[in-house]
C-alpha cells in the first residue's frame, strides 16, 4: 500500500470519532465523510502498518442511509462528523457503539439497551461554542471553528447546532477589533490578544454569557467592546491565558460588566454558571438525562446520596429534592462554589459539597466516618473513573450505582471493574445529547447483586491499551 494510491472500496462500519471503515483487501481504511453503505473511490493519504487514512474522492453508489449535509460546511468544518449520515442512521450507530462496548469491553453480554432517547429536531441545540479567533491569508478576521485535526479555522458564525443568537455578538467583536486595530491570536508566534469567544446561552432566559479569551493580562478597550454587545449579553467576562497550549480558558477570568455568572434552569431547578464551570450542552436532552439519572436512583426520601464529578451540583440539587442528604464532589473550584449558590437559591438545604478529586475526596471522608451510602451517582469526563474510587465505591456498598458517560468505552471499563465487586448492570440508556456528531452520552444502572467482599483483590487494570490503539487510528478523542 503506497500514498496516492486509489481504491475502490465499500463502507462496512464507522469509528467512534463517525470515520468510515472499509476494507481494502483485508487492509482497513478510515474514511472521513464516508458512511456505512456506500462505495467510495478513496486515496490513501497516510498508511500505517496495519491500517490507513482515505480521502474522500467519490461516492460511487451511495448508502441507502446517506443524505444531502444540511450543513454548507459540513466537510472542511471538524464539529460535526455524520452531517451526510441520516438521524435515524445515527441513532442506530450510537445504540451499537454502546453495546459493542460493554460486550466487548466489560464482558457484559447485555442486550436491553433502550433505544436511543433521540431529538425531535436535532438543530441549534446547543448552548454553548467556543468560537477561535484567527488572521486569514488575506488578513482578515476569521471567526469561526477549527477544520478536523488541524488549527485552521473555518469561518462559520451561524452554525446549524448552535444559536443564531451568536451572530451579533461575534459581529460586535469583530467589529471592535477591526475599529480598534486589536489583533487575533497567532498559535505559531505566541502573539496578538483574541482566542476565543465563548458564548454560552440560557434556555430559560434568552440571556447570553460571553467570554473572550484573551492573550493579554487585560483587556484593552473593555468598555468599548462592552458598548457594541447586544443587550442579550447579561454577563461579558475575559480569561486570561497566556500560554501556548490547546487548553482554551485560562487560569484567570477577569469580570467586565453584568454578572459573573449566567443563569439557567433544568428539571426546575435554577442554576447559576461562571463561565469555567462544565455545564451539560444539550439543554434538552438533558433535562431527560437527568430524568433517567433521577429514575435509576429510585430514591424514597432516606437515603445517602453522593454525586462524583457534579460540576455546579445539578444532579445533586435535583436528588437532593427526593433523598436525605446528598454529597456532591467536583474537581472545579469555581463551579463548587456555584453548587453551594445553586443550593441556596434553590432552598435546598440537605446538600454539602467538596472541591478536590472524586478520589481523594471519597476515601478520605470514607476513612474518617465510616459512612456507607445508599445511592452513588458518578458522571466522569472521557476517561472514566479512578480504579481507587471505584474501589472505594465498593467499600460503601451503596445498593445502586447510577453510572452518567460520555465514553462507552471507559464506562464498559468501569463495569466490569464494578462487577468484580458485586455488582451488575441492570439497565443502560444511550441519550442523544451530541446530533451529527460521534459522540455517545450513556446512562447505566448498576445493582449490588453480591456480598462479595470488596477489599478482595480484583483486576483494577483492565486492559485499554488495545482499544485505545484501534481508538488512535480512528483518530483524537474529545468532548
Ligand atoms: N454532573 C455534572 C458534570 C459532569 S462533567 C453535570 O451533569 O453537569 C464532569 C465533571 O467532572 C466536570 O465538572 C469536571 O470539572 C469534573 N472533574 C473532572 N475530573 C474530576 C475529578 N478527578 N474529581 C472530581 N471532579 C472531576
Known amino acids: 500500500m503506497k500514498k ?191 482566542r476565543h469567544v465563548m458564548i454560552r446561552t440560557s434556555f430559560a432566559s434568552g440571556e447570553q454569557m460571553v467570554c473572550l479569551v484573551v492573550n493579554t493580562k487585560k483587556l484593552p478597550f473593555a468598555n468599548e467592546l462592552s458598548r457594541l454587545l447586544p443587550k442579550t449579553v447579561t454577563s461579558f467576562s475575559y480569561s486570561v491565558n497566556l500560554k501556548k497550549t490547546n487548553v482554551i480558558m485560562g487560569d484567570r477570568t477577569v469580570p467586565v460588566f453584568g454578572e459573573a455568572f449566567l443563569e439557567d434552569v433544568i428539571c426546575g431547578v435554577r442554576y447559576r454558571i461562571s463561565p469555567r464551570a462544565f455545564y451539560q450542552v444539550n439543554p434538552a436532552q438533558t433535562e431527560k438525562l437527568y430524568a433517567k439519572a433521577l429514575e435509576y436512583a429510585g430514591l424514597s426520601g432516606n437515603e445517602t446520596v453522593w454525586d462524583l464529578y457534579c460540576g455546579i451540583g445539578t444532579i445533586s440539587l435535583i436528588m437532593a429534592k427526593k433523598a436525605k442528604k446528598v454529597y456532591g464532589v467536583e474537581i472545579i473550584p469555581e463551579a463548587v462554589k456555584n453548587a453551594r449558590e445553586n443550593a441556596v437559591l434553590n432552598d435546598i438545604n440537605n446538600a454539602e459539597f467538596f472541591a478536590g478529586r472524586a478520589e481523594d475526596v471519597l476515601p478520605e471522608h470514607f476513612a474518617k466516618t465510616g459512612e456507607k451510602a445508599d445511592v452513588i451517582v458518578v458522571d466522569p469526563p472521557r476517561k472514566g473513573c479512578d480504579g481507587s474510587l471505584l474501589h472505594t465505591i465498593a467499600l460503601m456498598a451503596p445498593k445502586r450505582l447510577v453510572y452518567v458517560s460520555c465514553n462507552p468505552a471507559t464506562l464498559a471499563r468501569d463495569v466490569s471493574i464494578m462487577r468484580e465487586f458485586g455488582y451488575e448492570v441492570k439497565k443502560v440508556q444511550p441519550v442523544d445529547m451530541f446530533p451529527w456528531t460521534g459522540h455517545v452520552e450513556s446512562i447505566a444502572l448498576l445493582e449490588r447483586v453480591s456480598n462479595r467482599k470488596a477489599d478482595a483483590k480484583v483486576h483494577i487494570d483492565v486492559d485499554l491499551e488495545d482499544y485505545y490503539r484501534i481508538k488512535d487510528a480512528q483518530g483524537k478523542d474529545g468532548k
Not at 456506500?38 to 451511495?62: F, S
Not at 466487548?104 to 433521540?118: A, M, N, Y
Not at 477544520?147 to 446549524?160: D, F, K, P, Q
Request: glycine content about 10%; proline content about 5%; some cysteine.
Open 4 to 194: 496516492g494510491q486509489i481504491f475502490e472500496i465499500k463502507i462496512e462500519d464507522m469509528t467512534d470519532e463517525g470515520a468510515g471503515i472499509g476494507k481494502a483487501d483485508g487492509y482497513p481504511l478510515f474514511v472521513k465523510d464516508a458512511v456505512p453503505g456506500d462505495v467510495i473511490r478513496a486515496e490513501l493519504i497516510k498508511d500505517k502498518k496495519t491500517y490507513g487514512y482515505g480521502r474522500l474522492l467519490e461516492v460511487c453508489e451511495a448508502s441507502p442511509d446517506r443524505i444531502v449535509p444540511k450543513c454548507p460546511i459540513a466537510r472542511p468544518c471538524g464539529g460535526c462528523q455524520l452531517q451526510a449520515l441520516s438521524y435515524e442512521a445515527q441513532l442506530v450507530f450510537k445504540e451499537n457503539k454502546v453495546k459493542a462496548a460493554l460486550k466487548r469491553i466489560g464482558g457484559v453480554t447485555f442486550d436491553k439497551t433502550e433505544p436511543v432517547i433521540s431529538m425531535k429536531d436535532p438543530w441549534h441545540y446547543r448552548n454553548k461554542a467556543e468560537y477561535p479567533v484567527r488572521k486569514g491569508k488575506d488578513g482578515r478576521i476569521l471567526i469561526g471553528f477549527y477544520a478536523g485535526r488541524t488549527h485552521s479555522v473555518i469561518e462559520c458564525e451561524n452554525c446549524l447546532i448552535g444559536q443564531e443568537a451568536d451572530a451579533q455578538v461575534l459581529g460586535a467583536v469583530k467589529r471592535w477589533m477591526n475599529e480598534f486595530g486589536i489583533e487575533p491570536y497567532d498559535e505559531e508566534a505566541g502573539t496578538g490578544t483574541v
